[in-house]
């Protein structure tokens, strides 16, 4: 009896070191694909390169604890996710500056009005050569290329320009 415990007992030890190596082969595959897995991880979210190096060294020292630790304090985005939400952010207010409003009462106005109808405030000028609607600023049509007089204001037409003697006048005056 006692040599047949005896086998039992190698078998048993020998069965154990088997199961234990497999075991800690299991972990240190599951440790070493954390790492890189972290690393990696973070280098989707991060250009900083100290953080992704630091990221992987919490995990390769503290192994599923410091994994745990880096899932709750890993950057919410990943780069390209930044990217895509600041694009889309640009396109929406893009959106906003291109859409028109009547600036006496901030109704919603068309690209082809000329002056808004809920408080008659002019909106856009035509050209004086071709026709075709100007911004009221714009001092030159940009389709024909010719220079707006400034109709709207008249008043400053009446303002006295000071004299300034041209070549005809001293050539007149000489003669
Ligand atoms: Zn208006
Ligand atoms: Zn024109």
């Not at 005896?6 to 800690?24: C, E, K, N, R, V």
């Not at 640009?90 to 000329?114: F, M, S, Y």
Request: charged share 20%; proline share 7%.
């Amino acid at each position: 009896m006692p040599v047949n415990l005896g086998l039992d007992f190698q078998q048993l030890s020998g069965t154990l070191i088997a199961i234990i190596s497999i075991l800690s082969a299991i972990g240190i595959a599951v440790w070493i694909a954390l790492t890189i897995w972290t690393f990696r991880d973070m280098k989707a979210r991060s250009r900083d390169t100290f953080g992704q190096i630091l990221a992987a060294l919490v995990v390769a020292v503290l192994s599923i604890p410091g994994f745990l630790v880096y899932l709750i304090l890993r950057p919410r985005e990943t780069l390209a996710e930044q990217y895509e939400r600041a694009l889309e952010e640009e396109a929406l207010l893009q959106e906003i500056e291109n859409r028109q409003v009547c600036p006496g009462c901030g109704h919603a106005t068309k690209d082809n009005w000329r002056i808004c109808p809920y408080c008659h405030t002019k909106l856009k000028k035509e050209c004086t050569n071709c026709g075709e609607l100007l911004d009221l600023p714009w001092k030159i049509c940009p389709y024909c290329e010719i220079p707006q007089m400034e109709e709207s204001r008249p008043a400053r037409h009446q303002r006295p320009q000071p004299y300034v003697p041209s070549f005809d006048d001293i050539g007149g005056e000489s003669l």
